[in-house]
């Protein structure tokens, strides 16, 4: 397979002016007619001209009216060339037939139970017609839909309905028309047996916009969160970026088989679990990925729709940009603290392994065998951490300048990741030194820190180092501009003014309107540079890198007794959290090497103390006690390890869990007690973070393994009145094997085989489940009758849900991985973008020992060694043995 680069992106020697397309929906297939407006960049030229086009047989071509002769174009299974286009503008249009129902590659138009739908995102609209399939090139469309009525009532696409109208034979049709110019990819078709759950949204010019979200008839009640959602995220647009939206109608539309969710220009499509909700069948994380990603694809509208990408290796301009967008629109709706804690845990357990490992690739990849593969954490979510560096630099208010001007200059282009840098320096005057090698080193920078305080000089030193892990095809890095936001604490917790810092022989004043300031952004930008705070009383205890400044690992020479004083009194919350994740990684760590020598585990008594008045601290939100008493996960331990021992790590991680249960059970038991659900089920922080903490609560009583906590954990499952406490007692009872979680498994099952979402939680609790051998019911769970290899929920659930258990995946018999690679060649051949996620799992095989890593490598081995092997699975697995 071929590798492409950025740096050979070229322009196209031809545009498109205008799209007009025409679908003929059948059972049988689907009649495409394209006709297109095709202008030559520079006029005159008559080079040939080549359109992507994957799976369609060509009816017809003509240019300009007139059918073209065999010997002016040439058409193979990827493209049509026209061998000799008229120089100067033409029309071409072509006639195509496609087979939705064959399509299970969820790409292009195909269908999801019954109805028709499109993804077209990143190459998908090559399965559609013949186009130049690529971002660059933005037209404006109109889209006629025709198609049986009584079984296709609904007809959607892009922008405003113009025309529609009864047909003879018992057909319909419907024109759609979308002012905005745009690329293909975000080009979209719906028709179905849908209804529409509707409101209306104003904006602040006044402009009334109808707002629909469009599911099968059955589930339409389940749409009220979604909408929710929707109204929050236009107002919260307005108020925090200045966007309005920018025409009368905005449809989402709800289906089972879909990847995720797709910004569509006005036509969003979106996964049915990101859509549905009622209390009884989703929980709490259900109901905030609904708001976090009903905002996202709606935010999109402007970070790249109106503003696009010039090609994909620049998907983290909309990508990065659009996750910062939505983190900081759930932190609005929610806690600020809570919501930063998860997103860069999530930044830990998925972004840095993958910068450690055979697939890292820079926030702007260099290259790409096949562009599904780059939808990674690194592009969004490192990409994320990018955009929020600049408004760390920069502030609320000139992040803000920065983001106008972004809008002001590249409304309706094609642009890069260094268009929207220039937009943030320019607005600012900013220095910004060698920011961009964020876009362009890939590892997570490694930032050591040490301190020193000179009693007599009253100043406090930190001296930092710096290095950035080599990675493929990088070997070789250099020093990154990394923002640390700093503070001081004293004796008694409190924050110092700080008024300036000597810094490369000059004194720096960091006032802020005259005023001295709690914390400080150090500007670190060398391979090893200090820091030193004049006037510095006593002794401080530094708070390191407040609210996770910059995508690092920081390694500071803070002493338990540092780390327990500012889990106890940092005023910046989310270092509160992160002392105490420091704290638990070293007592992990230390257990593991007890683990590892067959010496006895010990929990600290200081970190029981610890945990116990965070506990207790009745100040504190409870959802960020919740959080402050959950231990890091397995994964973020064996990153850690210069070799990956999951065995080692699961015993040490389920002893202290245990231990915690046993010598604070008086006090979850009160949590528990305390803090349950009232009869009727609010999406709300303050209700949220009663469910959470409660239910973190029971996890650990649950996990002592006794019959009066067997009882309590029985009872709350059947005394729940919503899915957040059902599933998190369930959860809690199926941490061990026996008959009362097969009575609950089974109980739980019989009450909602009815509701496929739901049954996607029971899959996945299942599949990720840590008792021994657990491969054997993976086997059973692949032939159950709900279960669907074709439907990527369904594999995410039980595929990808195995893959969390470390101990199974990864258990020496080679069981685990002899699934995964069986699996993983079935469902290639259904659905390459699923299968290659599933891959992934393999992808850090060096990292364990040597056994393992012969049963690892062999199953990749034999990935690659399958003839007809995607394109999508081959860049994995080969990357990963290379
Ligand atoms: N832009 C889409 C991504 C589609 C990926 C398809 N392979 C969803 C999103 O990030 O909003
Ligand atoms: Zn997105």
Redesign the pocket.
């Known amino acids: 397979p071929k590798e492409i680069f950025l740096k050979d992106y070229k322009l196209t020697d031809y545009y498109f002016h205008t799209v007009d397309l025409s679908f003929l929906l059948g059972e049988e297939k689907t009649t495409v007619s394209a006709k297109i407006s095709v202008v030559p960049r520079v006029d005159g030229v008559a080079s040939p001209l080549v359109f992507d086009g994957v799976d369609l047989k060509l009816i017809s071509v003509k240019i300009n009216g007139n059918e073209l002769k065999e010997d002016e174009f040439q058409v193979g299974p990827r493209h049509l060339i026209l061998t000799s286009p008229p120089s100067g503008n033409f029309i071409l249009e072509t006639v195509t037939e496609i087979l939705p129902h064959k399509n299970t590659s969820l ?1 292009g138009l195909y269908k999801s139970s019954g109805n028709f739908c499109t ?1 077209c ?2 190459e ?1 609209f090559r399965k559609i017609t013949f186009y130049q399939d690529r971002p660059d090139i933005m037209a404006k469309y109109t889209c006629r839909i025709e198609a049986n009525k009584s079984l296709y009532p609904v007809l959607l696409s892009n922008g405003n309905l113009i025309e529609q109208g009864d047909l003879e034979g018992g057909n319909h049709f419907a024109l759609w028309e979308d002012p905005f110019k745009k690329p293909c990819y975000l080009f979209a078709l719906v028709a179905g047996q849908l209804e529409s759950q509707d409101d209306t949204f104003t904006t602040c010019s006044g402009r009334k916009v109808a707002l629909k979200i469009w599911t099968p008839p059955q589930d339409l009640p389940k749409a009220e969160h979604a909408m929710y959602s929707l109204k929050a995220a236009m107002k919260w647009d307005e108020n925090v970026f200045g966007r309005e939206y920018d025409l009368d109608i905005f449809n989402i539309v709800s289906v089972p088989d879909f ?5 569509n220009k006005s036509l969003n499509i979106f996964n049915s679990a990101l859509v549905l909700a009622s209390p009884e069948t989703a929980t709490d994380a259900d109901y905030a990925a609904i708001l976090g ?1 009903t905002g ?2 709606y935010f ?1 509208n402007w970070t ?1 729709n109106r503003v696009t990408c010039r090609d994909w290796f620049q998907l983290s301009l ?2 990065g940009l ?2 910062f967008r939505d983190q900081e629109f759930s932190s609005d709706m929610g806690s600020r603290t809570v919501k930063r804690i998860g997103d860069v845990s999530r930044l830990r357990t998925r972004q840095f392994p993958q910068d450690a490992g055979p697939m890292a690739h820079s926030v702007r990849p260099h290259s790409y065998i096949k ?2 593969n780059f ?1 990674t954490a690194t592009v ?1 979510e490192k990409g994320a951490e990018v955009v929020r560096m600049y408004k760390t630099l920069l502030g609320s208010q000139g992040f803000r300048k920065g983001t106008d001007l972004y809008f002001e200059r590249h409304d309706g282009q094609a642009v890069t990741c260094e268009d929207f840098f220039a937009a943030m320096r320019d607005a600012n005057h900013a220095d910004f030194a060698n920011f961009l090698l964020w876009y362009s080193q890939a590892g997570t920078p490694i930032v050591k820190v040490t301190s020193s305080y000179n009693a007599e000089a009253r100043t406090f030193s930190l001296k930092f180092s710096q290095t950035v892990p080599p990675t493929p095809g990088q070997p070789v890095k250099e020093p990154m501009f990394i923002p640390v936001a700093a503070g001081l604490l004293d004796s008694s917790g409190k924050d110092m003014p700080l008024s300036s810092i000597y810094h490369d022989g000059k004194l720096e004043s960091v006032t802020c309107c005259g005023q001295p300031v709690h914390t400080t952004v150090l500007r670190v930008t060398k391979g090893e540079e200090e820091f030193t705070f004049p006037d510095v009383p006593g002794k401080p205890i530094p708070s390191l890198l407040r609210g996770y400044s910059a995508p690092i690992r920081l390694q500071s020479d803070l002493t338990d007794e540092d780390l327990f004083f500012l889990l106890a009194h940092d005023s910046d919350e989310f270092n509160r959290w992160e002392a105490g994740q420091i704290l638990a990684r070293k007592l992990m760590l230390s257990q593991v090497v007890n683990f590892q020598k067959s010496s006895p585990l010990v929990l600290d008594p200081q970190f029981v103390h610890g945990i116990k008045c965070i506990l207790l601290d009745s100040s504190l939100d409870k959802e960020f006690i919740a959080k402050a008493i959950t231990l890091p996960g397995e994964s973020e331990i064996m990153d850690m390890m210069e070799v990956a021992d999951p065995d080692a790590v699961h015993a040490v991680r389920k002893f202290i869990r245990k231990q915690l249960a046993s010598q604070l059970r008086h006090e979850f038991l009160n949590l528990v007690k305390e803090n349950r659900s009232s009869e009727k089920y609010v999406f709300d922080h303050t209700n949220m973070a009663r469910r959470a903490l409660k239910n973190t609560a029971l996890g650990y009583l649950a996990s002592l393994e006794d019959e009066e906590m067997t009882e309590l954990v029985l009872h709350e499952y059947k005394t729940a009145t919503n899915m957040t406490d059902q599933f998190s007692a369930l959860a809690a009872i199926a941490q061990k094997a026996g008959k009362a979680r097969d009575d609950a498994l089974a109980d739980f099952y019989n009450q909602w085989q009815h509701d496929y979402l739901v049954v996607n939680k029971w899959f996945a609790l299942q599949s990720s489940s840590d008792i021994p051998g657990n491969v054997e019911n993976l086997y059973k769970l692949l032939g159950h009758q709900a279960f669907d290899l074709k439907n990527p929920d369904k594999v995410f659930s039980l595929i990808g849900g195995f893959r969390a258990s470390h101990v199974n995946f990864h258990a020496t018999d080679g069981s685990g991985y002899k699934f995964l690679g069986e699996v993983v060649l079935q469902l290639d051949k259904l659905n390459p ?1 699923v299968a290659s996620g599933m891959v992934t799992a393999f992808s850090r095989w060096k990292r364990y020992d040597e056994t393992r890593q012969n049963l690892a490598k062999a199953q990749l081995e034999m990935i690659v060694s399958v003839n007809g092997l995607s394109k999508n699975v081959y860049e994995i697995a080969s990357k990963s043995l290379a």
């Open positions: 790409e993804q995102e990143a998908g990847l995720g969710a797709m910004e990603v996202h694809e999109h790249g909309k990508e659009t996750v562009m599904d939808y969004y973008q």
